[in-house]
């Protein structure tokens, strides 16, 4: 069977939504409550910048304008990063309700 | 399986100027890069008021369904592979098989304004809305103005499809790509609001 590349991206795409579900069942079952942690914030971000790459790269094209894609993809990720780096500063008390004034 | 190359889609390497080097029409790409900025200062406003109230963050996100927001993902990313299908089939000279790709994304996006009202409804039934304050404000505002944009696409989505021959694959193209960004936004929407803790 071929597949090219654009359904192979599908494919992708639904593979790693079923992995974030995963993990957000998992951290429903273990939940009660509890944060998700920097660690889980960051690998569900970076599910979250992986489909956004492939979005990027193969639904809008940018496969074929590689300094674009490099600049979609580095500004997504950029995001990504600053909303984690605001969930580890909440996390470790330096903003919010426990930091410092 | 093998995989074949970019060629049964009819992606090009643009080598012409940075501007032309963007697939499609240049003004979809300023949208997209305007919609992308919008999105992502909210994101981060939502991270920081997600900081100064975590309690109140993660009560209100238990009362979503992360299920819910994942199976609308898979949708969202179906609609767009059928969004891309259709420009390509565009590109082949097959208009007959862009318009029945175009209606099936479009159909596509009724399920996941569906699945939305659902969650809505569910909320809502539970007195929680738009006015409830913190989490919930900040939930509807996000997924409202993103739904909108689910709504704005089910529209365009087969109004391009009613292109003349001439027009037909630069229309494909911009609508399609107004489609990928709705998605592109979902991708990182759905695990801020829904899942992270």
Redesign the interface.
């Known amino acids: ?10 494919f992708l ?2 593979g790693l ?2 992995v ?2 995963l ?3 998992h ?2 079952a273990a ?1 009660a ?4 942690g920097i660690t ?2 960051a690998l ?2 970076a ?2 910048v992986a ?2 790459r492939e ?2 790269l ?8 590689p ?2 894609a490099r600049a979609f993809t580095g ?2 990720a950029a ?2 990063g ?2 984690l780096l ?2 580890a ?2 996390q470790a008390g330096w ?3 426990g ?1 410092t004034p | 399986m093998a995989i074949t190359d970019m060629e049964t889609t009819g992606i090009r390497e643009r080598t012409d100027g940075p501007p032309a080097a963007l697939p499609g029409n240049l003004m979809i790409w300023i949208l997209i890069v305007s919609e992308l900025a919008a999105f992502g200062a909210a994101f981060l406003g939502f991270s920081v008021a997600r900081a100064f109230d975590p309690a109140g963050f993660a009560a209100g996100q238990a009362g979503l369904d992360g299920t819910l927001g994942a199976v609308n993902t898979m949708v969202l990313v179906t609609s767009g592979y059928l969004a891309a299908r259709a420009v390509a089939a565009g590109r082949r000279g097959a208009p007959s098989q862009a318009r029945l790709a175009l209606a099936a994304a479009a159909l596509l996006a009724a399920v996941f304004l569906a699945v939305k009202a659902v969650e809505y409804a569910h909320l809502i039934g539970a007195g929680l809305t738009i006015d409830s304050g913190g989490f919930h404000t900040l939930y509807f505002l996000l997924t409202g103005f993103h739904a909108l944009h689910v709504a704005a696409g089910m529209v365009i989505l087969p109004l391009v499809g009613f292109s003349g021959r001439e027009t037909l694959v630069d229309n494909l193209e911009t609508g399609a790509a107004f489609w990928h960004m709705v998605d592109l936004v979902w991708v990182l929407l759905y695990p801020l609001v829904y899942l992270i803790r």
């Open positions: 069977m071929r597949f090219d590349r654009l359904t192979l991206s599908w795409l639904l939504s079923a974030t579900l993990f957000a069942r951290g429903a939940g409550g509890g944060a998700t889980g914030a569900l971000l599910l979250a489909k956004g979005i990027l193969h639904y809008l094209e940018l496969a074929g304008s300094a674009w500004a997504l995001l990504a600053a909303i605001v969930y500063a909440g903003i919010g309700p930091g």
